[in-house]
């Protein structure tokens, strides 16, 4: 570890170092890939939602269960509320993670073809 006064560069650090950090970044860099892809879903999904309705009919919704059609398996029915906070998250993950700027930290971190080919 470099406990020296300056702050040194990645080539200042030993080999071992370096490992240390090269070892984490290759968890780092793929995940940023996957945060890009999520964001990207994330908002699709919600433009989905807005274009064919749902949400709005969502929205609408107060009382009842809506049933799990999916076909996942385990998947329970749910509130409209929860549906609702699923959609808020949604929301979040593309407002947070798919700005311009992370976009471009994201492509810097894994490359492009990481994000689209997943």
């Known amino acids: ?3 020296g006064k300056h ?10 170092d370096q490992g240390k950090i090269d070892d984490l970044l290759t968890h780092v860099r793929p ?7 999520s ?13 064919t309705g749902a949400v709005s009919l969502i929205d609408s919704l107060d009382s009842g ?10 998947a329970q029915a749910l509130e409209p509320s929860q549906v609702k906070e699923l959609l808020a998250d949604l929301a979040a993950v593309a407002s947070t993670y798919g700005t311009p700027e992370k976009s471009a930290l994201q492509i ?11």
């Open 65 to 74: 269960t809506i049933p799990n059609r999916t076909g996942l398996a385990e």
């Open 39 to 51: 964001a990207n879903t994330a908002k699709l999904i919600g433009q989905s939602g807005d274009v």
């Open 31 to 37: 995940a940023a890939g996957t945060f890009a892809q």
């Open 1 to 3: 570890m470099y406990l």
């Open 7 to 16: 702050m040194p560069s990645y080539d200042d650090l030993s080999p071992e």
């Open 108 to 118: 810097a971190a894994c490359g492009v073809n990481a994000i689209i080919r997943g």
